[in-house]
């Protein structure tokens, strides 16, 4: 099945830094989705992009999917951003939606 | 709007029972799934029901069995409960994408 590594495995800011967080997948897609997993285990859907680049916030997202990798872009981080991120893809159609899921990226902002 | 319930939050079964997730989502979404997940690692899927009346297996279905009720209900089972099975469930629902989760189970088997 596809592969899916995500990095840094963990991740301490101050708050007010930015943040890189990196996903490569092994195979090519065609569903791709960030979650965050708050201190409290609830999982939100941050974004679903197979491509191209999308904007929410103080988070940005940009998939190459060419080169097998997605970013997950942290700006002036907050103490509520702190939590686990979720890279999930899946290959063939979108319907059956068979996301597989990579290890997190946890992250800790202090204040 | 509730989105995806889960129920029970918390459960602790002693090896050998059995018990039901039951999940419920109002957001008339077609496809259902269930996951867990253990400390260190990503969500793994248990099985999935892409519509009413059809279910898959996913990538760790052995030990449990799963019904779909109707389009809102998608229940898990665990028939003779094994401390592997030690884990937060969590249940998820999409039409197409994105994916939405309920809340968790956390159970723990002794």
């Known amino acids: 099945g596809i592969q899916v590594e995500q990095s840094p495995p963990d991740l301490i800011l101050q708050e007010g830094a930015n943040s890189t967080l990196r996903c490569n997948f092994s195979?090519?897609?065609?569903?791709l989705q960030w979650f965050h997993q708050n201190p409290w285990g609830q999982l939100i859907n941050l974004f679903y992009?197979?491509?191209g680049t999308k904007q929410n916030g103080r988070l940005s997202a940009t998939t190459v999917a060419t080169e097998r990798y997605s970013l997950l872009y942290i700006s002036s981080s907050q103490t509520t951003d702190s939590g686990v991120y979720f890279c999930?893809?899946?290959?063939?159609?979108?319907?059956?939606?068979?996301?597989?899921f990579g290890e997190g990226t946890q992250l800790t902002v202090n204040p | 709007n509730a989105g995806v319930t889960q129920t029970p939050k918390f459960q602790v079964l002693k090896t050998g029972q059995s018990m039901t997730l039951q999940c419920a989502q109002d957001?008339?979404?077609?496809?259902m799934y269930w996951y867990r997940q253990d400390p260190g690692m990503g969500l793994r899927l248990i099985y999935y029901?892409?519509?009413?009346?059809?279910?898959d297996k996913g990538e760790v279905p052995n030990g449990y069995n799963v019904s779909r009720l109707n389009k809102r209900e998608f229940s898990l089972r665990l028939e003779s409960a094994a401390p592997s099975q030690t884990s937060v469930y969590f249940c998820?629902?999409?039409?197409?994408?994105?994916?939405?989760f309920g809340n968790g189970t956390r159970l723990t088997v002794t």
């Open positions: 999930a893809v899946e290959r063939g159609e979108t319907s059956g939606s068979r996301l597989t």
């Open positions: 195979d090519s897609v065609n569903n």
């Open positions: 992009i197979p491509s």
């Open positions: 957001m008339n979404h077609n496809s």
């Open positions: 029901s892409a519509s009413e009346g059809t279910t």
């Open positions: 998820a629902t999409t039409v197409a994408t994105p994916l939405h």
